[in-house]
Nanobody, 119 residues
Framework: VQLQASGGGLVQAGGSLRLSCAASGRTLTFYKMGWFRQAPGKEREFVAEMPWSGGDGGTVYADSVKGRFTFSRDNAENTVYLQMNSLKPEDTAVYYC???????????WGQGTLVTVSS
């Protein structure tokens, strides 16, 4: 699975950005997609996860982004999105998309896209 993330940039606090992650290489029916982020000097942390197929009931968010970020997908375009609203300076990080088979750890990673939120 190849993942290509894009959409990062510089935004003021309170603003919005939408990240995209285009997937290719294999059928993702039995995969879950995830977003992670890594701030400077910190460990990578989980942001959100959703199944590639089926309903959205399996979508989960980190408490720190719940209510502000929305994970969505376009199966026809093989792309997932992370809509980020009400951004805060502490959301500044490199954001990575990732994929895993059900029951396994994340093993496919995109290259990361930088989000910088100014105060």
């Amino acid at each position: 699975v190849q993942l290509q993330a894009s959409g990062g940039g510089l935004v003021q606090a309170g603003g919005s950005l939408r990240l995209s992650c285009a997937a290719s290489g294999r059928t993702l029916t039995f995969y879950k997609m995830g977003w992670f982020r890594q701030a400077p000097g910190k460990e990578r942390e989980f942001v959100a996860e959703m199944p590639w197929s089926g309903g959205d009931g399996g979508t989960v968010y980190a408490d720190s982004v719940k209510g502000r970020f929305t994970f969505s997908r376009d199966n026809a375009e093989n792309t997932v999105y992370l809509q980020m609203n009400s951004l805060k300076p502490e959301d500044t990080a490199v954001y990575y998309c990732a994929a895993r088979l059900y029951g396994r750890t994340y093993e496919y990673w995109g290259q990361g896209t930088l989000v910088t939120v100014s105060s």
